[in-house]
């Protein structure tokens, strides 16, 4: 996996009735843009840091979600 700063990483959900987590990459801490990132979640003012599973996806900036 690998983000800019800018992108966006979407958490996919397996419940039904639950709308993916979305977030703006806000620093990438690991090299070549891997991970870890620092993302600020839609919706809320924390920045929290996330090391992304397999249920995660980045939407490059700029491109429509």
């Known amino acids: 996996m690998h983000a800019a700063i800018g992108d966006h990483l979407i958490i996919k959900t397996h419940h039904d009735d639950a709308l993916p987590r979305e977030g703006e990459i806000?620093?990438?801490?690991?090299?070549?843009?891997?991970?870890?990132?620092?993302?600020?979640?839609?919706?809320?003012?924390?920045?929290?840091?996330?090391?992304?599973?397999?249920?995660?996806?980045?939407?490059p900036a700029g491109r429509e979600r």
């Open 26 to 59: 806000r620093e990438v801490r690991g090299s070549d843009g891997g991970p870890p990132y620092v993302v600020r979640w839609q919706g809320d003012t924390r920045e929290t840091l996330v090391f992304p599973g397999p249920d995660a996806v980045v939407q």
